[in-house]
């Protein structure tokens, strides 16, 4: 891996580096009061100078007080969106001249390349890929947007009040393989990146770029902007040991905490929606009045909703606290027999995005108080 310096005042050459190259560029913007990963064209989209300030029930973003372009912690959206959009058509079919003709959907696009990757979120998109691709059924799309994705990632120098990856072993410091690596550094030295290139691809993007090599104090300096993340994440209250969860949950089936949540739950999907790793759809079939066209879509559908769990007869999962069970159990322990891995990666989207301020750090400390086993 080599490691450089590029000048902060040269991060759009990055951007325009990977245009040129073909791809479609998504990062952090500032929209509508949050930030979001979206469409971006140069670093003045980045939302240079704000953080975010998140806890249960509660996102803000507030003035940094300095120019830092990644000073919030993660968006409030996934990056999942891109590689496996909400909706999706499968495919159309039209009657011609009395005959069925089924037209397949492309599943070509233009290469991405994602800005601002955080290392939970990576782990997020390795997940997905389990399922989407090394699963039983292969989604063909996700599996050519995956292919082509070139990921600039971001070592989190901070972390909001909801974060808990070092719970999850899955950050702060970005260890999966990432075709570059930022550490943001703004110190009396001056406002720059270290830059770690990973893979043949970021060493053409970088190829062209005004680097500089970096110093050890370079190095030294990111390494202990990663440990300050590290150690609010340690010092703070959602901080557990994860290497029990799986017989906690499975061992508490009917604990009384799942009463209590569902007391609170509105069953709205809000975290299963904003979860990196979640990925249940459904598939839904549509045509018109004359019988002549019809198209089938696939779009993301969530564990909460009465219908996902619909067979015969009725929902197998009929009541809010099912629902929530079912969630965190599958997230938590389900996942680990299914896929050999927690589905959590610590990102807190869940818990700044429920309406009704459920926090599921509290709900495994309120089950594991009440264990029976
Ligand atoms: S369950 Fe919550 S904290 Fe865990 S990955 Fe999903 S949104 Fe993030
Ligand atoms: S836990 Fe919160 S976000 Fe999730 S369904 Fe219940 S109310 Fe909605």
């Not at 009917?254 to 929606?273: G, I, K, M, Q």
Request: net charge negative; charged share 25%.
């Amino acid at each position: 891996m080599r490691t450089s310096i590029l000048a902060a005042a040269d991060l759009d050459e990055l951007i325009q580096s990977l245009k040129a190259a073909g791809y479609q560029v998504i990062g952090p913007v500032r929209d509508d009061a949050a930030v979001v990963y979206d469409d971006i064209n140069s670093a003045t989209d980045l939302p240079r100078g704000w953080v975010d300030e998140q806890e249960k029930g509660h996102y803000r973003l507030l003035p940094a007080g300095d120019d830092r372009y990644f000073g919030y912690t993660v968006a409030a959206n996934a990056w999942k969106r891109f590689l496996n959009p909400p909706r999706k058509r499968l495919w159309r079919v039209v009657r011609q001249d009395g005959k069925l003709q089924f037209i397949p959907e492309s599943d070509s696009a233009p290469p991405l390349a994602f800005i601002g990757v955080r290392s939970c979120e990576l782990h997020a998109i390795h997940i997905q890929d389990r399922v989407l691709i090394d699963g039983a059924h292969c989604d063909e799309g996700y599996r050519q947007r995956r292919r082509h994705l070139f990921t600039v990632a971001v070592n989190c120098t901070r972390a909001a009040a909801t974060c808990f990856c070092t719970s999850m072993h899955t950050g702060p410091r970005v260890e999966l393989q990432s075709d570059l690596v930022l550490t943001e550094l703004l110190d009396e030295h001056g406002h720059r990146f270290l830059l770690e290139t990973g893979t043949d691809a970021g060493h053409r993007i970088t190829a062209s770029l005004p680097l500089m090599p970096a110093t050890d104090d370079d190095t030294a300096l990111a390494e202990s902007r990663i440990n300050i993340a590290r150690e609010q994440m340690l010092a703070g209250p959602r901080q557990f040991d994860s290497s029990g969860i799986h017989n906690l949950l499975f061992s508490n089936m009917e604990s009384p905490a799942w009463d209590a949540v569902a007391e609170r739950c509105l069953s709205c999907a809000n975290c299963t929606l904003a979860c990196p790793t979640c990925f249940c759809f459904a598939v839904e079939d549509t045509t018109d009045l004359t019988g002549d066209h019809a198209e089938r879509w696939q779009r993301w559908d969530s564990c909460f909703n009465g219908a996902f769990s619909h067979v015969h007869g009725g929902s197998v999962r009929n009541s809010t606290r099912a629902r929530y069970r079912q969630w965190m159990t599958h997230k938590l322990a389900g996942w680990v027999d299914q896929f050999g891995q927690s589905g959590c990666v610590g990102c807190g989207r869940c818990i700044s995005w429920c309406p009704a301020g459920i926090d599921i750090t509290e709900q495994l400390q309120a089950i594991a108080e009440g264990d029976a086993s």
